[in-house]
């Protein structure tokens, strides 16, 4: 596949609508590590790749872009320069909202895995041990402080209708400020979460043949009662409070090179972006072929809608990538690159296999990431990968 030259510069996206000091591009460094659009097998001088041992080599995978190239995606508002935009949430909003919430989650667990890349230094970051399983509790529980501390929250309390992991989020951290919550689901949800849900003391409406049916009652239902709809109001300080990951990952190992993580609408990626823009590291965003916005974004030139057939779709399975994370990968010029759903499960077994991890298919990416050469870090790069959920049936992985 040929490898596409875009030059792309950020827009405004504020859900605050708020000013904020603005930022230009930073450079790509030509001495790097390499993003490889070829074979995924990884070719090291120092010895056998056991991560591409154990997965099984010689796989292709999608386009590699790197966002500091390509057009512009959207107009920038009116008086700023197309190299000056606004850029949510801000690094004080991760900092912010670190304060607001580290009494309420989990610290995050590190995991040395130096042995799976040899000469790199591997850290895992194990959020999916956070509170509910992923990290969508920090941003849930950074949405809540903040509506809470403006003294904002109706009687009729939040909505919730993902029917993803941010549901499941959302409740708990309505448990942990004594908020209402409402959560809407299709009627072929599978029971287990449903129960889930109501043990976190959220109210669980099951209606339509669809999540998009469970979507629209929610609207109805907010429209007509007060309640806020989480999903579509938190985007900034889910996103600051998904910031804090990095925040607490520097306090453990020190300096990092490079961050790898998981994309699907983007609200995780953008609360790291924001850190790691501040501390010069470098951010690789992992898609899966069946599952790519963020990807399609930067290579088509703006958000824009896309097909989702991916065994990770219950995680990363997000039609659009928000434009706060369009704009940090720009920013940041976050390397974009793709992985195949078999990747995804070869990678997923390996973390049971070697630490007895179990994660979802999608919490995988960064490792599959890694593993087939989507990315290919420097000799001694300090590399961290965001574990970041594991709402997943384990039964495939006892063989």
Wanted: proline share 6%.
């Amino acid at each position: 596949m040929s490898r596409s030259a875009l030059q792309t510069r950020p827009a405004l996206s504020s859900r605050y609508a708020r000013t904020a000091r603005c930022r230009g591009a930073v450079g790509t460094d030509p001495s790097g590590p390499r993003i490889s659009t070829g074979p995924s097998t990884v070719k090291r001088t120092d010895g056998a790749n056991p991560i591409t041992t154990s997965i099984a080599a010689e796989r292709t995978h999608g386009e590699s872009i790197n966002a500091a190239t390509g057009p512009l995606a959207t107009a920038c508002p009116p008086g700023r320069p197309y190299d000056q935009p606004v850029l949510t949430p801000t690094y004080r909003d991760v900092a912010l909202a670190n304060t607001r919430i580290r009494t309420l989650t989990r610290p995050l667990t590190v995991l040395p895995a130096h042995d799976l890349l040899p000469g790199t230094r591997l850290w895992l970051a194990c959020e999916f041990l956070q509170h509910t399983g992923s990290f969508k509790a920090r941003g849930a529980a950074n949405f809540l402080a903040e509506l809470h501390a403006a003294a904002a929250v109706p009687a009729a309390g939040i909505s919730a209708s993902t029917g993803r992991n941010a549901d499941i989020g959302f409740a708990w951290a309505a448990q942990q400020f004594g908020v209402k919550a409402t959560v809407f689901l299709a009627l072929g949800t599978a029971a287990a979460k449903v129960e889930r849900l109501r043990a976190l003391g959220a109210e669980v409406r099951l209606t339509g043949a669809t999540q998009a049916d469970a979507e629209a009652a929610a609207r109805e239902f907010c429209a007509r009662t007060g309640a806020i709809d989480a999903y579509s109001h938190d985007e900034q300080p889910a996103s600051a409070g998904a910031g804090t990951i990095l925040l607490e990952l520097l306090d453990t190992v020190g300096a990092l090179d490079t961050v790898v993580l998981a994309v699907g609408a983007g609200g995780m990626f953008s609360g790291i972006a924001a850190v790691a823009h501040e501390h010069g590291i470098r951010v690789v965003g992992g898609e899966p072929q069946g599952s790519q916005a963020l990807h399609t974004a930067l290579a088509h030139g703006g958000v824009t809608d896309v097909d989702i057939d991916s065994i990770a779709a219950d995680s990363l399975g997000a039609p659009r990538v928000s434009p706060a994370a369009l704009n940090w990968a720009r920013a940041t010029d976050a390397h974009s690159v793709l992985v195949g759903d078999h990747d995804l499960v070869a990678a997923r077994r390996l973390l049971w296999d070697r630490y007895r991890l179990v994660v979802e298919h999608g919490s995988a990416t960064g490792i599959a990431v890694l593993a087939t050469g989507a990315y290919r870090p420097a000799p001694d790069e300090n590399v961290a990968v965001i574990l970041c959920g594991a709402n997943t049936d384990p039964a495939d992985l006892s063989g």
